[in-house]
């Protein structure tokens, strides 16, 4: 079973950064993409970030431009780059990990903006 470890999160004032980091307990040779989803209180689940097997990368509309993903394959390890960070990104932030046997999840890490 594949387990997957964030760390990264904390508490940081409006317009302050965070790296998020996600490792994965083991390689994983069937990986169709890997990224983060967060969920705030009261709300859905939703896509922050993701990258493809291939390299693509792919991020929801709220956080292009602020936000970067990248992948360190010989680490297991995928990273998300938070800047400009804003209260509305407050949110419990999940790691993903999607395979051609099913998702996994991290345990999720909480992110706090204040204003």
Not at 16 to 27: D, Y
Not at 34 to 62: D, F, H, I, N
Request: glycine residues 14%.
């Amino acid at each position: 079973q594949v387990q997957l470890v964030e760390s990264g999160g904390g508490l940081v004032q409006a317009g302050g950064s965070l790296r998020l980091s996600c490792v994965a307990s083991e390689s994983i040779g069937s990986i169709i993409h890997m990224g983060w989803y967060r969920q705030a209180p009261g709300k859905q689940r939703e896509l922050v970030a993701l990258v493809t097997a291939g390299g693509a990368t792919q991020y929801g509309y709220s956080v292009k431009g602020r936000f970067t993903i990248s992948r360190e394959n010989a680490k297991n390890t995928v990273y998300l780059q938070m800047n400009s960070l804003n209260p509305e990104d407050t949110a419990v932030y999940y790691c993903n990990l999607n395979t051609i046997v099913g998702p996994y999840w991290g345990q999720g890490t909480q992110v706090t903006v204040s204003s």
